[in-house]
């Protein structure tokens, strides 16, 4: 029976978005069994991890005088202490980050009036990674995780050569910034590795890389190839007419005859994550990022010149936001995704998701989480599962109000699109669990 009024639509959509189970598309966990070679687990969990998240690193250098190189070499209950004390307790949490640490503190049975860190810390003593991701992926009703894989990572690759394997929970995804924003380095490094490359993508280089790219894409299985890309990256770059010595950049060779051709024979998407700007305060580490504007149309000529590659894309700068609706209208093989890093604040996700849902209806992945720490996951999808099911509801009605009948199964319909099916669709998967 066809939903018939506005209060029956706002409980049914609220309900519906609730229970859907997410596939959470980029996240910076791991399967709790990934262990780099001194038997460190690599999944990052618990208050104080929660606590010193680069986000919350950036907004306590606001209110502390304490010098960046001094706070990152304190143990990290130091540098938690003092987060605490600054953002939580002499100034009110009202930031994004700061309310999300209360969020997932609450729904994890903490007592919000007490304040008493120490306590926090005690109550998750003696608990298991692979008990506490059970936890923290049912408190946010997330079906899938997909990892950030980095093959450069010192860290991550013993565990991958060592032919390990994961929580069925949890999906890889390859992640190579460093071929396509620090060759200079990397190559030298592939070379150690027994790759023939060289400095300038020549000899046998390019069959090389995509040896080294169809290995680790065998080894980790993942669902697609990401990379986080600069403001000012373009695609082809150096070439110009006007000018004959003017070449193109080992960047654009990289990409075009290196990576997407090896994501077309594996069947994989490419991710784009477009306007990073990394180091502008260098002593600040991860929180010393920023972003910048992109030209996007780089993006439209990659999708028109590769039809036969698909790519995720989502962008850093609020100001390239409508660009690239624009352009996910024109070309099928572009999936847009989520609100990243700096758009992942209430009063940006709506504005994108109802300017997302107004130009492409329910075709495109409304958010994912960026979480670094596990509990992440249950303020960043709580906060946006709200917002998501608040902009439905407005577009619901405006087309009830057209006499159009909707049926409860089609709202179904639509949010496993949106929260789930969309990213397995464009991934060509089905998903295991
Ligand atoms: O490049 C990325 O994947 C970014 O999301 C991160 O590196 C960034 O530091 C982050 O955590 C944003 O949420
Ligand atoms: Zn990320």
Redesign the pocket.
């Known amino acids: 029976m066809a939903i018939s009024t506005l209060d029956e639509l706002a409980r049914f959509v609220r309900a519906s978005v609730d229970r859907q189970p997410i596939t959470d598309m980029?996240t910076?966990l791991y399967s709790p069994n990934m262990r780099d070679e001194r038997g460190q687990g690599l999944l990052l969990w618990g208050v104080d991890a929660l606590l010193t998240y680069?986000?919350l690193v950036a907004e306590v250098m606001r209110w502390s005088d304490v010098a960046p190189e001094t706070f990152f070499g304190w143990p990290v209950e130091q540098q938690s202490a003092l987060i605490w004390q600054k953002l939580f307790v002499e100034h009110s949490p009202v930031s994004e980050a700061e309310r999300g640490v209360l969020t997932s503190f609450k729904a994890l049975g903490l007592n919000l009036a007490s304040r008493d860190l120490p306590a926090y810390r005690a109550a998750f003593a003696g608990v298991s990674p692979e008990a506490q991701v059970q936890r923290a992926l049912q408190l946010a009703n997330i079906a899938h995780v997909v990892m950030?894989n980095d093959p450069f990572d010192d860290a991550e690759r013993p565990f991958w050569l060592n032919g390990g394997t994961i929580q069925p929970e949890f999906h890889a995804a390859l992640?190579i910034?460093p071929l396509l924003r620090g060759w200079a380095e990397a190559w030298p490094r592939l070379q150690g590795w027994g790759y023939q490359v060289d400095a300038d993508l020549g000899g046998n280089s390019v069959a090389e890389v995509q040896r080294f790219l169809r290995e680790w894409a065998a080894r980790t299985n993942p669902l697609y190839l990401a990379v986080?890309l600069p403001p000012d990256f373009t695609w082809p770059d150096g070439v110009d007419a006007s000018d004959p010595r003017a070449s193109i950049t080992v960047a654009s060779r990289m990409l075009a005859e290196c990576i997407l051709p090896v994501c077309r024979a594996v069947d994989i998407p490419f991710a784009m994550?477009i306007g990073?700007e990394r180091a502008v305060n260098p002593g600040l580490r991860?929180a010393g990022?920023a972003l910048g504007r992109s030209q996007l149309a780089f993006v439209a000529r990659l999708a028109r010149e590769f039809p036969g590659n698909r790519f995720f894309v989502t962008v850093l700068s609020r100001e390239n936001q409508h660009e690239l609706i624009v352009l996910g209208r024109k070309f099928r093989n572009l999936m847009v995704f989520g609100c990243?890093?700096f758009m992942?604040n209430p009063v940006i996700i709506e504005d994108m998701t109802r300017m997302r849902m107004e130009m492409l209806g329910t075709s495109f992945i409304p958010q994912h989480s960026?979480a670094?720490v596990l509990e992440q996951v249950i303020y960043k999808w709580t906060h946006s599962r709200g917002i998501i099911a608040k902009v439905l509801i407005d577009k619901y009605a405006d087309v009830m109000a057209t006499g159009w009948q909707l049926e409860p199964t089609e709202i179904e319909r639509d949010i496993a699109d949106l929260l789930h099916d969309n990213f397995w669709r464009f991934c060509k998967r089905t998903p295991g669990v």
Do not use: A, I, K, P
């Open positions: 980029h910076h680069h986000y950030t992640r910034d986080s994550m990073s991860l990022d990243w890093w992942n960026d670094r």
